[in-house]
């Protein structure tokens, strides 16, 4: 009964259009009137103290290093270096898009920013040199996952914030995974392009090839010190995020002098707002985190789930199934926020380990923002590019499905996540 009053309420407000932070209190004001604890006190010092966390404070600098990537020139650098690299194979353009992606998720890990981004800069080309246009929308927007996997990652440090786990070994944890998701990529639009008939750009000469290498340079030596750093164990992930800001700007404004005065006001406007939805929805749902343990709805949980228990890849498969499943009708952030004070206890108990588990749970919350009909990564896309929902829809199902066929391999496979996450770990 308190399960279906928590869920009707979230849905009830979610489908009158309320916004997902303001449909989480309602859930939760419900939830506290079943109880017969309903108190609105109680309701705002847990909203205070839902966003009063050291390691949430990565969130809005990880934000603002995205923002101050794609006005400073980081991300375009990066992508004319995959350019001089595979842009003379055949579809070169398209494993350009993955390369890219792959690097750019190493600097800010923002799907969104990086989707935008790559939208920007590489569908004219890939339509220019003859690719269909919504099939190169929709590998933009299939990489455009990549960037809450590999690190750093604002989705995993939510995750690590709700569940309680080291968010230093998610993120280490994630980067395997996250290249082979690229490689899954990889391996579709190579399938893709075998009928197209479409001459290569020529290949760059290793001149070229080293200049371009040389402007990205700075860019890419901006991950290099973030996972070295967390190795290491110089910096928290929060501070990781401070240092990546700060770098960014530092680039931006020195070395590659591209963002001004102007540009900077902006750059710090943008990404105060968007961290200001964030965080407004991540103390909504701790909220909602609260009651849920009050009302021992992990408990129920369980039990519906009794039947997997004793099976940890059957169990983990349920889960990522009724994952995708809610993914299709909520964001990735809300989504994770709750979800997982639901599924920690019950994977707990079944023993699985909680690094492994976030991994995949985030893998699988990532794919979701390209999955119709909610697909925030494919609205971004849209908008950039300028090209209908529909058409974005029909050219994303094959990387899609690539990428769900790699996240179920890795749940038959678990040692694909955690061997070279114990490798890394140290």
Request: proline fraction near 6%; hydrophobic fraction near 60%.
């Amino acid at each position: 009964m308190t399960l279906a009053i928590f869920v009707s309420a979230l849905l009830s407000a979610m489908v009158i259009g309320m916004p997902v932070a303001f449909a989480l209190l309602a859930s939760g004001v419900a939830l506290m009137w079943h109880l017969e604890m309903l108190d609105f006190q109680i309701l705002a010092q847990n909203l205070i103290g839902g966003a009063d966390s050291f390691p949430l404070l990565a969130v809005p600098f990880f934000m603002l290093a995205g923002e101050v990537m794609n006005a400073g020139g980081l991300s375009r650098r990066i992508v004319d270096l995959a350019l001089a690299l595979v842009g003379h194979i055949r579809g070169g353009l398209g494993y350009v898009t993955i390369m890219a992606g792959c690097l750019l998720s190493a600097l800010s890990g923002s799907a969104v920013a990086d989707a935008a981004a790559l939208t920007a800069l590489l569908l004219p080309m890939m339509v220019k040199a003859g690719h269909e246009r919504n099939r190169s929308a929709g590998l933009i927007a299939a990489t455009g996952v990549i960037g809450p996997v590999i690190p750093p990652s604002i989705g995993l440090v939510i995750f690590g914030v709700a569940a309680n786990v080291s968010i230093a070994k998610l993120f280490l944890a994630a980067i395997v995974p996250g290249l082979l998701i690229g490689g899954a990529l990889w391996i579709t639009w190579a399938s893709l392009v075998r009928s197209e008939k479409i001459e290569p750009a020529p290949r760059k000469s290793g001149a070229e090839i080293r200049a371009a290498a040389r402007e990205a340079g700075w860019a890419l030596l901006l991950p290099l010190i973030i996972l070295v750093g967390l190795r290491m164990g110089v910096f928290t992930p929060t501070e990781a995020a401070v240092v990546a800001a700060v770098y960014a700007l530092f680039v931006s404004i020195f070395i590659y002098g591209e963002l001004k005065l102007p540009g900077i006001y902006r750059v710090f406007v943008s990404a105060a707002k968007t961290s200001a939805v964030v965080m407004f929805l991540i103390a909504a749902a701790m909220v909602s985190a609260w009651l849920i343990t009050v009302a021992n709805l992990p408990g129920q949980v369980t039990a519906l789930l009794r039947p997997f228990m004793d099976s940890p890849i059957l169990l983990m498969a349920a889960i990522m199934v009724l994952v995708m499943l809610v993914g299709t009708a909520l964001d990735m952030t809300p989504t994770i926020l709750i979800l997982t004070p639901v599924l920690m206890p019950v994977v707990k108990a079944a023993g699985i380990d909680p690094v492994y588990f976030g991994v995949m749970f985030i893998i699988n919350n990532s794919i979701g923002l390209v999955t119709p009909p909610v697909g925030t990564v494919l609205n971004v896309v849209a908008g950039v590019g300028r090209i209908r929902l529909d058409d974005v829809t029909r050219g994303v199902i094959p990387f899609m499905g690539a990428q769900f066929a790699m996240m179920f391999l890795m749940v038959l496979f678990p040692q694909l996540v955690t061997l070279p996450a114990r490798w890394l770990a140290g």
